[in-house]
Nanobody, 116 residues
Framework: QVQLVESGGGAVQAGGSLRLSCAASGIVVSINTMGWYRQAPGKQREMVAQITPAGTTTYAVSVKDRFIISRDNAKNTMYLQMNSLKAEDTAIYYC??????????WGQGTQVTVSS
């Protein structure tokens, strides 16, 4: 059974930083495409960042050059380093894992609140 557990969310002032973690079990992060999504109140869920087994990363335009996605294969954990946070980054952040090119597995989400 696949489980993805996010942690590291919280409240921070604009310009600050947070690091989200996604601990995975039942799936190997290094051989599956993994991603971070977010959903703000009243908005659709959107992809924030993605990392492939080859290590290729993709970012939403709104977070490029501020956020960094990475993984620790030994810990089977994925991370999202978020710097220069803005009020518009406020959302619930979800960890997700692909299986056969579709994001099939999701974490429960962690709240990030950025105050201006």
């Amino acid at each position: 059974q696949v489980q993805l557990v996010e942690s590291g969310g919280g409240a921070v002032q604009a310009g600050g930083s947070l690091r989200l973690s996604c601990a995975a079990s039942g799936i190997v992060v290094s051989i599956n495409t993994m991603g971070w999504y977010r959903q703000a109140p009243g908005k659709q869920r959107e992809m924030v960042a993605q990392i492939t087994p080859a290590g290729t990363t993709t970012y939403a335009v709104s977070v490029k050059d501020r956020f960094i996605i990475s993984r620790d294969n030994a810990k089977n954990t994925m991370y999202l380093q978020m710097n220069s946070l803005k009020a518009e980054d406020t959302a619930i952040y979800y960890c997700a894992a692909q299986k056969i090119t579709i994001y099939r597995y999701w974490g429960q989400g962690t709240q990030v609140t950025v105050s201006s």
